[in-house]
T-cell receptor
């Protein structure tokens, strides 16, 4: 079956701009989590959505937001981009937040802010 | 919230040797502990996981052990091969909460 699809794969933006990243989960998975990956910091949790509702939120500023659609696809948005937002943004899907099963990750979107 | 510490940050071994990566977690309510492998240019891939009602789990050359009392768990890779070279992440969660990751271990296996 198809895996987690993230688009676009690469993105270059200018400071101050905003960006929207997309994630399509595995068919049947209703939970989508977003992570920011930077060298030395590992994977830092941004937020998790289930049934179009944000269920968990990490410690990131309000410039980072997300949403989930009725088909479980999710988008995350970063407004007023800063140089420090340059990172690999990973999306992971799972059956649901109330279960303890492995997350399946996409290949990520590499965002570069110049 | 949960905090996961992972050691070492880098690990170099000779082909055929064993590799051990250790993690500690802070939230005693966590009951699910997966390990992920990330190769260059790819997203992390689940390689093995363990739940709190189990002390050890093996899958071919990979094993994970869990000590709930001490709140630590470890990944053991035996008979390492060059294709085992990657970044490995441990993680912890409780049902209903976010999956929290350690900062990763870069494993290099030289032939």
């Amino acid at each position: 079956k198809a895996g987690v699809t993230q688009t676009p794969r690469y993105l270059i933006k200018t400071r101050g701009q905003q960006v929207t990243l997309s994630c399509s989960p595995i068919s049947g998975h209703r939970s989508v989590s977003w992570y920011q990956q930077t060298p030395g910091q590992g994977l830092q949790f941004l937020f998790e959505y289930f049934s179009e509702t944000q269920r968990n939120k990490g410690n990131f500023p309000g410039r980072f937001s997300g949403r989930q659609f009725s088909n479980s696809r999710s988008e995350m948005n970063v407004s007023t981009l800063e140089l420090g937002d340059s990172a690999l943004y990973l999306c992971a899907s799972s059956v649901g937040p109330g279960t303890n099963y492995g997350y399946t990750f996409g290949s990520g979107t590499r965002l570069t802010v110049v | 919230g949960e905090n996961v510490e992972q050691h070492p940050s880098t690990l170099s071994v000779q082909e055929g040797d064993s590799a051990v990566i250790k993690c500690t977690y802070s939230d005693s309510a966590s009951n699910y502990f997966p390990w992920y492998k990330q190769e260059l240019g790819k997203g992390p891939q689940l390689i093995i996981d363990i739940r709190s009602n189990v002390g050890e789990k093996k899958d071919q050359r990979i094993a994970v052990t869990l000590n709930k009392t001490a709140k630590h768990f470890s990944l053991h890779i035996t008979e390492t091969q060059p294709e085992d070279s990657a970044v490995y992440f441990c993680a912890a969660k409780e049902a209903g909460t976010a999956l929290i990751f350690g900062k990763g271990t870069t494993l290099s296996v030289s032939s």
